[in-house]
């Protein structure tokens, strides 16, 4: 079975801190699609990153950087210096890489970042 | 704007009533999806349309719900019969071929 678990509901920081959104993933296709979406209060999931299960280097773009790591089946997120507009619902999800089920997104619950200036 | 587009973005409606919400793909993508989300949840899939084929859909989709995209642009999800179970954000998705999903900004449904 393929699931997606976030731990952490909600986290709280200051601005200026450096905040990380941990996501674990069980799966058991060969190849698959990991993503983060943010979601804001008005709704709309707002996509950040999608990272393909043979590429393993991590990724920095701006302010975010996110970690993958096959072997303890982890894929977290980084937010250097966090700034209150980054206050927002984010999410990790799974996808199979082949055929049409790629668009059946499996979600993990969610963290709530919230960003107090 | 050439984002997904949803409408209504809010309905509120008497169990037992019709309702039908509409999407509007980013234009160039052949692959719509729709899912819903609860609070507190992550959203869910429900179903899935290349052009205009309906390709697949989940368990979550029962009897009562019903997609169509008929020329293969716009979506509509129609739930009938509503009940207070339905009340949620569907959300409408789209991309291209072994590309990114980008979703709408949803559409709340309260059943009351």
């Known amino acids: 079975a393929q699931k997606v678990t976030q731990a952490q509901t909600e986290i709280s920081v200051v601005e200026k801190e450096d905040v990380t959104l941990d996501c674990v993933y069980e799966?058991?296709?060969?190849?698959?699609?990991l993503f983060w979406y943010k979601q804001p209060p008005s709704g709309e999931l707002v996509f950040l990153i999608r990272?393909?299960?043979?590429?393993?280097q991590n990724e920095i773009s701006g302010r975010y950087s996110w970690n993958f790591q096959k072997s303890t089946s982890s894929f977290n997120f980084t937010i250097t210096a966090s700034q209150v507009v980054d206050s927002a619902v984010y999410f990790c999800?799974?996808?199979?890489?082949?055929?049409?089920?790629?668009?059946?997104?499996?979600f993990g619950k969610g963290t709530k970042l919230s960003v107090k200036p | 704007d050439t984002g997904v587009s949803q409408n209504p973005r809010h309905k509120i409606t008497k169990r037992g009533q019709n309702v039908t919400f509409r999407c509007d793909p980013i234009?160039?993508?052949?692959?719509l999806y729709w899912y819903r989300q609860t609070l507190g949840q992550g959203p869910e899939f429900l179903t899935y349309?290349?052009?205009?084929?309906?390709?697949?859909k989940s368990r979550l989709l029962s009897d009562r719900f019903s997609a169509e995209r008929p020329k293969g642009s716009f979506s509509t999800l129609e739930i009938q019969r509503t009940e207070q179970g339905d009340s949620a954000m569907y959300l409408c998705?789209?991309?291209?071929?072994?590309?990114?999903?980008?979703f709408g900004e949803g559409s709340w449904l309260t059943v009351v």
């Open positions: 998705a789209s991309s291209t071929q072994r590309n990114t999903i980008y």
């Open positions: 799966t058991r296709d060969t190849t698959y699609y």
């Open positions: 990272r393909n299960s043979f590429d393993e």
């Open positions: 999800a799974l996808s199979p890489a082949d055929g049409g089920s790629q668009g059946n997104l499996i």
């Open positions: 234009s160039e993508h052949n692959r």
């Open positions: 349309f290349q052009n205009e084929a309906q390709l697949e």
